[in-house]
């Protein structure tokens, strides 16, 4: 049911900051920005050949990737795999007993179906699952 590697999703404090060094320093482009107020975060797009790194950015104090910076500091905090189909995806991870965080599919930044598993069900990774719409 996984494709690739979609993206992986980096939490950062400071996205111009960040942006800054991976367009100057490591040659990255970035392709716009999009803030997601649900989920409390500014979004920046750096492709990566067929994947791409999403640098995340908490637009609020008690957002989930401001906590994540509070008890990890910055860095990787999710790796998201393309689906196809994304209900799919979600009801064969239901069968096969894995605890999800989203039950059901919502919106994800760069026009995506997203659902994310607990990471208790797969060895310490946040794992989202990514459908392109
Ligand atoms: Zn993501």
């Not at 999703?9 to 490591?26: M, Q």
């Not at 910055?74 to 689906?83: K, M, N, P, S």
């Not at 605890?99 to 989202?128: C, M, Q, W």
């Amino acid at each position: 049911m996984i494709k690739k590697v979609d993206h992986i999703g980096i939490a950062v404090k400071n996205l111009d900051e960040a942006i800054k060094f991976y367009t100057d320093i490591l040659g990255l482009e970035c392709h716009g920005t999009e803030v997601v107020e649900e989920q409390k975060v500014k979004v920046a797009f750096l492709p990566t050949g067929d994947s791409e790194l999403e640098l995340l950015e908490s637009t609020s104090p008690d957002g989930p990737i401001a906590k994540f910076i509070e008890n990890k500091g910055e860095g990787i905090q999710h790796i998201a795999l393309g689906v196809d189909n994304i209900d799919e995806a979600l009801a064969e991870c239901k069968a096969k007993g894995l605890r999800l965080i989203d039950e059901t599919p919502r919106y994800g930044a760069g026009n995506a179906r997203i659902a994310f598993i607990h990471p208790k069900s797969s060895k310490g990774v946040l794992i989202e699952l990514c459908e392109r719409l």
